[in-house]
């Protein structure tokens, strides 16, 4: 938990060699409340897709709240809702304050992950940027939330490379998010 909030941890942050036992051994061992199971180009995880609420993405065609909601009038669908990635809202110069606040009556979770802005001369680093050495603001964003009463899940979103010890740099992430809860409740 991360407040009174579920809190989960990205399939592709522990070890793709595990089976899904031990994967979710580690799910408890490390303290989360779920996992959360990826949804990318692989085969074997299209076929997952059907169901899904829409990420803010990184590609401009999705990468904020606001877009999603332009979407979301239009379909008018009660299922339509939105899964916010503050890391994706913030690696493309946008507020992720305003915009969480835009979309609060839509948000149905959160992924939290670090990432570095575009500038003219690179693209955006949307992904493997360890927690506190991007872009976001993490106490800021999870304080807004919670002022505005989000109540729903937040999920660690990282990536596990071949070689490293993923509990460990799990439990980092875990403790350093749980460091910017208690600043951003504390504002």
């Known amino acids: 938990m991360l407040g009174d909030h579920l809190l989960g941890i990205y399939e592709k942050a522990l070890d793709a060699g595990d089976d899904w036992y031990r994967r979710m051994d580690k799910v408890r061992d490390l303290g989360f409340d779920f996992l959360e ?4 180009e692989s085969e ?6 059907y169901g899904s609420d829409p990420e803010i993405m990184d590609i401009e065609l999705m990468n904020c709240i606001r877009k999603h909601l332009s979407y979301e ?5 009660p299922w ?3 899964y916010p990635d503050v890391g994706n809202i913030a690696a493309w110069w946008l507020d992720p304050l305003s915009d969480l606040e835009a979309g609060i009556h839509s948000i ?5 992950k670090d990432t570095l802005c575009r500038t003219s001369e690179k693209p955006g680093v949307f992904r493997d940027i360890p927690f506190g050495q991007g872009y976001v603001d993490f106490a800021a964003c999870l304080g807004k939330l919670e002022e505005l009463g989000y109540t729903g899940p937040y999920m660690i979103e990282m990536w596990h490379k071949e070689g490293q010890d993923d509990r460990m740099l799990v439990r ?3 403790a350093f998010i749980e460091e910017q809860y208690e600043k951003g409740v504390k504002r």
Request: hydrophobic share 40%; net charge positive.
């Open 37 to 40: 199971i990826s949804i990318d």
């Open 44 to 49: 074997e995880r299209l076929s997952r897709i």
């Open 73 to 77: 009038e239009k379909i008018g669908s």
């Open 80 to 82: 339509y809702k939105v």
């Open 108 to 112: 149905v979770g959160v992924h939290l």
């Open 172 to 174: 980092e992430a875990k």
